[in-house]
Every structure is written in C-alpha cells, then in structure tokens.
C-alpha cells in the first residue's frame, strides 16, 4: 500500500528562523511528488517535483526530491507569519492519474512574530 | 471565476440521515474526486472520477456514492450518516491523468454528524 509520511506533525518557530519540512513515502513508482499549503479552506499548490536532484524555487521555498532515499523537503527561509498553514505533500501514482493522489498527514506550521 | 464550487459550506446532520454534497466546476474539467481530511490524517480518496458515467473507488468508500451524469457536476452521498463521517469534504478537478500541478480544489465542506 502507498504510504506517504510527513514529519514533524506540528513545528513553532519565530519569524525569521528557516524551516525544514519532511516528506518521506514508500510508493514503488510515481509521476511526480507534490507539496501544497493550505491555510483555513483549500490546498493551494506550491511544486510538483518529477526529477531526483533538481531543486524547485518559489521566493522563499524550495523543495528537492530525493528518488534514491525516497523523500523530499520543503525549505522556507526568512519566515513570515504569512508563512503559518498546514503543508501537505502528495505523490500522483503512476497510470490510476492525477486524481488519485496519497497525502501525507501534513505538517502544521506555526510562525510566531 | 467560479473554479470548483461546493455546497453546502457547514451542515449538521443526524446519525442515520441522508444529505448530498454537491461539486459543480466550470472548466471542462475531465478528473473530478471527493477527499476528506480528518485531524492528523491528511486528505483521503473517498471516491473519482475520470469522466461523464465514469466512477471508481478511492481509499475511503464505504459510507458514500457518487454519480457523475455530466462533466460539471459530481455529487457524494451520504447513505446514512454515521459520527465517524465527521470531517471536512474537499472536490477537486483537474484536466486529466498528467495534471498533477493543476489540481483545483474546492474550499471545503464541513460536515458534523450527531
């Protein structure tokens, strides 16, 4: 069964401070491996990420995947209350589509100012 | 833009009572799918679809059905309610199979069962 995990869960830390977020998972192949931020309603998407190696960059976040050690992180620097929503990430198995997505638990992020 | 809509936003139901959640998105949209997302847990595939009177099972079925009769609209129903079907309700949409960064979501339905 595929099975992505988040980690942490939960993460508090002052405005300023860089983050590291977690996504492991155990999926035995997948077309490409998505993070998202939701905040009070629905996900937003920030990257999808299909190449081991290659760093994506969006302002303050980027995020790298890892094929070989089967995991990929989400790095915000210069954190902003802005930035406080829950990250989810996601891998889009390959041939059932993209609507058969398997998220991880999410990790709620707290900035505090 | 409408993009995908929801309705309702919040509804309370009884256990044992039947309620329908509807999905309407207005982008020609093959993909649609039902999520829920529980505390700690994620969002999990309740159910999708892959086009008009296509629909298959995802993850979390049990407890819900879905029709899709025209490419806009995609309902779930609930059978008859039950508290482990607390949660909130996300549909999304998407063009098809190699969309994965175009995924619209819905902003939520949250539905309590007592």
């Known amino acids: 069964e595929d099975k992505v995990v988040q980690s942490p869960l939960s993460l508090v830390v002052h405005e300023g401070d860089t983050v590291t977020l977690n996504c492991s998972y155990e999926?035995?192949?997948?077309?490409?491996l998505l993070w998202y931020k939701q905040e009070k309603k629905a996900p937003t998407f920030l990257f999808m990420l299909?190449?081991?190696?290659i760093e994506k960059k969006s302002g303050r976040l980027s995020s790298i995947l890892d094929k070989k050690e089967l995991f990929s992180i989400l790095n915000i620097t210069a954190t902003q209350t802005g930035d406080s929503a829950i990250y989810l990430c996601?891998?889009?198995?390959?041939?059932?589509?993209?609507?058969?997505?398997?998220f991880g638990q999410g990790t709620r992020l707290t900035i505090n100012p | 833009n409408a993009g995908v809509t929801q309705t309702p936003k919040f509804q309370v139901l009884k256990t044992g009572q039947s309620m329908t959640l509807q999905c309407a998105q207005d982008?020609?949209?093959?993909?649609m799918s039902w999520y829920r997302q529980d505390p700690g847990m994620g969002l999990r595939l309740i159910h999708y679809?892959?086009?008009?009177?296509?629909?298959d099972q995802g993850e979390v079925p049990n407890g819900y059905n879905v029709s899709r009769s025209t490419t806009e609209d995609f309902p779930l129903r609930l059978l008859s309610a039950a508290p482990s079907q607390t949660s909130v309700y996300f549909c999304?949409?998407?063009?098809?199979?190699?969309?994965?960064?175009?995924?619209?979501f819905g902003e939520g339905s949250w539905l309590t069962v007592v």
């Open positions: 999304a949409s998407s063009r098809g199979k190699n969309s994965g960064n175009t995924i619209y």
């Open positions: 996601a891998v889009d198995p390959p041939i059932q589509g993209a609507q058969k997505l398997v």
């Open positions: 299909t190449s081991s190696g």
């Open positions: 999926v035995t192949n997948f077309r490409s």
């Open positions: 679809s892959v086009g008009a009177g296509i629909t």
């Open positions: 982008m020609n949209h093959e993909y």
